[in-house]
């Protein structure tokens, strides 16, 4: 199944994403489900991620959204999991 994890930065957080962005990529390639996934552009900065997951449950999907190195480093406002139905692409 795929999961969407949808992430919104807590406003003034940019410095906390650059600072850590090493880590989550590193995550994202340790952990081996991310099949696709980039920040959301405001104003022509990142202020949030989105996540696509090939993963076997929802409860997976929302286990790696809490081991997100930029989770620990208190980088969101707010984050959404849910099952993703892929249609196109």
Not at 18 to 42: K, Q, W
Not at 51 to 78: H, K, M, N, T
Request: charged share 20%; proline share 3%.
């Amino acid at each position: 199944m795929f999961c969407a994890v949808i992430c919104r930065d807590r406003p003034g957080a940019l410095q906390i994403r650059l600072n850590t962005r090493a880590a989550h990529l590193a995550y994202i390639e340790a952990t081996g489900i991310v099949r696709m996934a980039g920040p959301f552009i405001e104003a022509g900065q990142m202020v949030g991620s989105l996540v696509i997951l090939e993963c076997e449950s929802l409860a997976e999907a929302q286990s790696w959204a809490q081991g997100d190195p930029y989770r620990a480093a208190d980088l969101f406002a707010a984050v959404s999991v849910t099952e993703w139905k892929k249609v196109i692409g």
